[in-house]
Antibody, heavy 121, light 108 residues
Framework: QVTLRESGPALVKPTQTLTLTCTFS??????????VSWIRQPPGKALEWLAL???????YYSTSLKTRLTISKDTSKNQVVLTMTNMDPVDTATYYC?????????????WGQGTLVTVSS | SYELTQPPSVSVSPGQTARITCSGD??????AYWYQQKPGQAPVLVIY???ERPSGIPERFSGSSSGTTVTLTISGVQAEDEADYYC???????????FGGGTKLTVL
């Protein structure tokens, strides 16, 4: 059974760095083809893809946010970590992690429940 | 940057057919995926690779593709289908994922 769970602070201050952890089970990121993405959704707005890391430790970032994002993995802990620097109130959103079986041409087939991050002083 | 365009809203009566479109220049080259999201919940995959249905998704959900437009069709809409629906694909390189702006399906 595949599960993913996001964790991290519920509140961050402007200019701070956000660190989110996705802890998953039911698959391994050392298995060829496995990938984890981060996606966010501001309140009442659309989904936005942020980043992806694959089994080979290749990393891909949203072109609009790439200067602020870093994605990494700890295969032994079944975790993927996303950091986002210089947080702003517009970054207030629910952040999701999700799995794909393949870097391209595959669906986000399992999602975590999401974690709401509010950026406010 | 690459964009997928969806209508903001679609309304249908129970038992009717709902069609939600998604347009994007790279859709002839890249698969499309559809996700259903109900309030307070994570998205759920309902269609993958343009027209394939995951196990557990009712047969009334179907997908199709024609040129730069993909369509999610819900036949015999039920009240429980009221939700936001998002299409997702990738840019022409296949590297960068992108979501449409979402369509709110209202069951009258």
């Amino acid at each position: 059974q595949v599960t993913l769970r996001e964790s991290g602070p519920a509140l961050v201050k402007p200019t701070q760095t956000l660190t989110l952890t996705c802890t998953f089970s039911g698959f391994s990121l050392s298995t060829s083809g496995m990938c984890v993405s981060w996606i966010r959704q501001p309140p009442g707005k659309a989904l936005e893809w942020l980043a992806l890391i694959d089994w080979d430790d290749d990393k891909y970032y949203s072109t609009s946010l790439k200067t602020r994002l870093t994605i990494s993995k700890d295969t032994s802990k079944n975790q993927v970590v996303l950091t986002m620097t210089n947080m702003d109130p517009v970054d207030t959103a629910t952040y999701y992690c999700a799995r794909t079986q393949g870097r391209t041409g595959t669906a986000l087939d399992y999602w975590g429940q999401g974690t709401l991050v509010t950026v406010s002083s | 940057s690459y964009e997928l365009t969806q209508p903001p809203s679609v309304s249908v009566s129970p038992g009717q057919t709902a069609r939600i479109t998604c347009s994007g220049d790279a859709l002839p080259k890249q698969y499309a995926y559809w996700y259903q999201q109900k309030p307070g919940q994570a998205p759920v995959l309902v269609i993958y690779k343009d027209s394939e249905r995951p196990s557990g998704i009712p047969e009334r959900f179907s997908g199709s593709s024609s040129g730069t437009t993909v369509t999610l069709t819900i036949s015999g809409v039920q009240a429980e289908d009221e939700a936001d629906y998002y299409c997702q694909s990738a840019d022409s390189s296949g590297t960068y994922k992108v979501f449409g702006g979402g369509t709110k399906l209202t069951v009258l």
